[in-house]
């Protein structure tokens, strides 16, 4: 697919870096996530608060050429939608064999380089967090490879999207599956601003560590 332009910065990105938005039968702007809903189309970057910037300045009537309704929350449901297809990406890659589940097979999982990344839950504890994050320090060290970590769910809502209970910690394997996984967990984290635990330099992180 070719590039797009944003209608609020009018930055050209490629489509998987945004959000298309139709009008749907009733004139209410839709997102469309998977780029597929019929009719004409408008994009902009895949970040939250440009979205609520389209719906606060009216850009999505100039840019649909038509008279349309913006749903107040939209920005929400755009989130909404977005860990809905997140958690079900995680799924088919815990279906796969592309994810590794509990403290100990992700720090394994971690070492043996096989993970591409890592998701704690939103309530995990600061010690469980802190013990991964040692491994995913001492493999940047030994051979550069950085594992970035995400913190985007609750443990609930890993636990029904992975069919398993009290799951905190896991980690997502290198696999076809668990590629798709991280791209939507990456595009998540970007909407929200929060971006990801990359390990920019083992340096840093031995300087954390002195701190």
């Given amino acids: ?3 797009r332009t944003c209608i609020v910065t009018r930055e050209t ?20 996530l998977k780029h597929k809903l019929p009719g004409r189309g408008c994009w902009v970057v895949a970040e939250r608060h ?15 050429r038509a008279p349309v309704v913006v749903p107040e929350n939209l920005a929400e449901m755009v989130d909404s939608l977005m860990v809905s297809s997140t958690l079900g990406a995680l799924g088919l890659a815990r279906k796969a064999g592309a994810v590794a589940l509990g403290a ?7 070492r043996s380089g096989k993970a591409i990344a890592v998701v704690h839950a939103i309530d995990a504890s600061p010690d469980g ?20 970590a995400f913190k985007l769910f609750s443990s609930e809502e890993m636990s029904l999207a992975m069919g398993a209970t009290n799951v905190i910690h896991a980690a997502v394997l290198g696999q076809g599956a668990g590629e798709a996984a ?3 967990m990456e595009m ?3 909407y929200r601003g929060e971006g990801h635990d990359n390990l920019a330099s083992a340096a840093a992180g031995a300087a954390e560590d002195r701190e």
């Fill in 104 to 110: 100990t097979k992700v720090d394994a999982a971690v």
């Fill in 182 to 184: 991280l791209k939507r």
């Fill in 188 to 190: 998540l984290a970007a």
């Fill in 50 to 64: 440009l979205v609520e910037k389209a719906a606060a300045r009216n850009l999505f009537a100039k840019a649909l």
């Fill in 129 to 148: 967090v802190r013990k991964i994050l040692a491994a995913r320090k001492a493999v940047a060290h030994a051979c550069g490879h950085r594992v970035p």
């Fill in 13 to 32: 990105r490629d489509p998987d870096e945004m959000i298309r938005f139709v009008a749907g039968p009733d004139g209410t702007v839709v997102p469309d």
């Fill in 1 to 3: 697919m070719n590039d």
